[in-house]
C-alpha cells in the first residue's frame, strides 16, 4: 500500500479498515512508530500508550470482525489531552501535583470512544491545568508548533493541535475554558471545534473553570469535527450541565452557505489586531460571499470587556476546584514537610507551577470578602450582558465571524516574558465560553513566515451543526486544511 500520512484523514483511515484495506492493528502500529520518530522534533505527547493502544486495536478488530455496527471512525487511533481521567492509564494535568496518578474511573468521553471504536495512542502535553495559551507552562516540557520549531503551537490543547498538525494521530480531542481548542488550531493550521457548553459530557474533565471548559474535537477539517462531534456528544446523567442533545452533524454538513447572513464585529478588526490576518481573514470572508453568504458588519463593542471578566471568573473557579489537590489523597506529596498545615503549604507551593499559583491567588482575592461584589459580581454582571449581546446579534445573523488570535503564533518565551500579552491573546475567544456558545477555528492562510492563520465561526447554542456546514462549505472551496507542515510529509503506509 502506498498512502502518505498526509493524506490519511480520520475519515479516510476509517473508510479504508471498513473496506479491509487495512486492519486496525496495522494502523495503530503504524501511528506509534510515527510518533517514536517525529515526537522528539515536537513534543506533542507526554506519554504513548502503546500496550493500552494494541489491546485496544485488537478488541476494535475483533468487533470489526463480528460485523458490530460501529460508526464511521471504528479503528482510527487519537490522542487525548492529558486533563481527561482515563482509567489505569497516568492523568496530570501537565501538573507536578498530579504526577503518578492514576484514574479510577473513566470520563464518560472516553467511554463515548471506546464505544465508537476509537484507539487511544497517547495523552496530549498541555498547559498545566489548562492556564496559558502555549503550551509553555506544562511542568513536563514546551511542544513545539510543527510549522516552526521557534514558535508555540499554542495552548492549552497545544499538544492535541501539533500532534494533528503533525499528523502524528489522525484527530486528538482537547478542551476549551477560553479558547484552549480554537486557538492552537489556528496557530497549527488544522480545525478545532469549541462545542456548545452541555452538549458534550464534562465527567472526568478535570475543572478549570467549570462554568467555561468544554470538550470538542481538533482535526484536519469540519467534516472530520462533525463525525467526531456525532460520535462524544448526548446527555450524560453523570453531568450537571449535559443537555439532552444528540448531533446528527455529518448528515446534516452539506447544503452550503447561501441561505445564511454573517455578521462582522467591526470591533474584532480594530487596532490590535495584526495586518496580515487582517487581510487574510478578510479574504475568507470574500471566499464565503461568493458563495452566496450574506455579510454585514456590526457593532460589537462589549468585546472590551471580555477578557477582565473572563479572567476573574476563570480564576476565581480555578481557585475553588484545585483546593483539593492538597498532597493528601493523590497526586505529588512534599516529603519535607511537618503537620498538616505544612504538608499542604509545601505540596502546593512545590507542585503547582507559577501561572496556576498566580490565577488561584488572583481567583482567591476575587472571592475574598470585602472584594467578591467589587470584582467577582461585577464579572458575573459583564458576562449576562455578554450573552444579551451575543443573542442580539443572533436575532439578525446566523453566525459571525472573525479571527481566532490577533497574530500568528509568536516565538517560545515571548509570551512568558509578557503575560498580559498572552492574556490578550485570548480576545476574540474567550467570550464564546462566557456564553456557553459553539465556535470553531479553520485555517485560512498563512502569514509571510509560513505560520497559519486562521478564522473562527461563532453560532447560538446547539447550532454546531450550522457552524460545521459553514466551515465545510469553506474548506470544499479552499485548500489550506490539507497543507501541513514539512515534517507531517515523513513517511507513509
Request: hydrophobic residues 40%.
Amino acid at each position: 500500500m502506498n498512502i502518505a500520512f498526509t493524506e490519511l484523514t480520520p475519515l479516510k483511515a476509517g473508510e479504508m479498515i471498513k473496506k479491509r484495506e487495512l486492519s486496525v492493528e496495522e494502523l495503530t502500529k503504524a501511528y506509534l512508530t510515527r510518533c517514536a520518530v517525529l515526537d522528539g522534533e515536537v513534543n506533542a505527547f507526554l506519554r504513548l500508550e502503546e500496550a493500552y493502544a494494541l489491546q485496544s486495536a485488537a478488541a476494535v478488530q475483533k468487533r470489526i470482525d463480528a460485523k458490530e455496527e460501529l460508526g464511521p471512525l471504528a479503528g482510527v487511533p487519537f490522542g487525548l489531552k492529558d486533563n481527561i481521567c482515563t482509567k489505569g492509564l497516568e492523568t496530570t494535568c501537565a501538573s507536578r501535583i498530579l504526577g503518578g496518578f492514576v484514574p479510577p474511573y473513566e470520563a464518560t468521553l472516553m467511554k463515548k470512544m471506546s464505544r465508537g471504536g476509537g484507539v487511544l495512542i497517547g495523552k496530549t502535553n498541555m498547559d498545566e491545568f489548562a492556564m496559558g495559551s502555549t503550551t509553555e507552562t506544562s511542568y513536563y516540557k514546551t511542544t513545539k508548533n510543527p510549522w516552526n520549531s521557534e514558535h508555540v503551537p499554542g495552548g492549552s490543547s497545544g499538544g492535541s493541535a501539533a500532534a494533528v498538525a503533525a499528523r502524528e494521530v489522525p484527530y486528538a480531542i482537547g478542551s476549551d475554558t477560553g479558547g484552549s481548542i480554537r486557538q492552537p488550531a489556528a496557530y497549527c493550521g488544522v480545525t478545532g471545534l469549541k462545542p456548545t457548553y452541555g452538549a458534550v459530557s464534562r465527567f472526568g474533565l478535570i475543572a478549570y473553570g467549570s462554568s467555561l471548559d468544554q470538550i470538542g474535537p481538533i482535526a484536519p477539517s469540519a467534516m472530520d469535527c462533525a463525525a467526531i462531534l456525532d460520535m462524544i456528544s448526548g446527555y450524560d446523567e453523570k453531568d450537571a450541565t449535559s443537555m439532552k442533545t444528540q448531533f446528527h452533524a455529518v448528515a446534516h454538513i452539506e447544503g452550503g452557505v447561501q441561505d445564511l447572513v454573517i455578521g462582522i464585529p467591526k470591533s474584532y478588526f480594530g487596532e490590535g489586531l495584526n495586518g496580515e490576518v487582517r487581510e487574510t481573514v478578510a479574504a475568507a470572508i470574500k471566499v464565503l460571499t461568493d458563495a452566496g453568504a450574506k455579510v454585514e458588519e456590526f457593532d460589537f463593542s462589549i468585546l472590551d470587556y471580555a477578557v477582565p471578566a473572563y479572567y476573574i471568573i476563570a480564576s476565581a473557579e480555578a481557585s475553588s476546584n484545585l483546593s483539593r489537590f492538597d498532597g493528601v489523597k493523590y497526586g505529588f506529596r512534599a516529603e519535607d514537610a511537618e503537620g498538616l498545615r505544612d504538608v499542604y503549604l509545601k505540596t502546593r507551593t512545590q507542585g503547582f507551577g507559577g501561572e496556576v499559583k498566580k490565577r488561584i491567588m488572583l481567583g482567591a482575592f476575587a472571592l475574598s470578602s470585602g472584594y467578591y461584589d467589587a470584582y467577582y459580581n461585577k464579572a458575573l454582571q459583564v458576562k449576562a450582558l455578554i450573552k444579551k449581546a451575543f443573542d442580539d446579534a443572533f436575532a439578525k445573523y446566523d453566525m459571525i465571524l472573525g479571527p481566532v488570535a490577533p497574530t500568528t503564533a509568536p516565538k517560545i518565551g515571548e509570551s512568558l516574558k509578557d503575560p498580559l500579552a498572552m492574556y490578550l491573546s485570548d480576545i476574540y475567544t474567550v467570550s464564546v465560553n462566557l456564553a456557553g456558545l459553539p465556535g470553531i477555528a479553520l485555517p485560512c492562510g498563512f502569514d509571510q513566515k509560513g505560520l497559519p492563520i486562521g478564522m473562527q465561526l461563532i453560532a447560538q447554542a446547539f447550532d454546531d451543526e450550522k457552524l460545521l456546514r459553514a466551515a465545510h462549505c469553506y474548506q470544499q472551496l479552499t485548500d489550506f486544511h490539507r497543507q501541513c507542515p514539512a515534517l507531517a510529509g515523513k513517511g507513509g503506509l
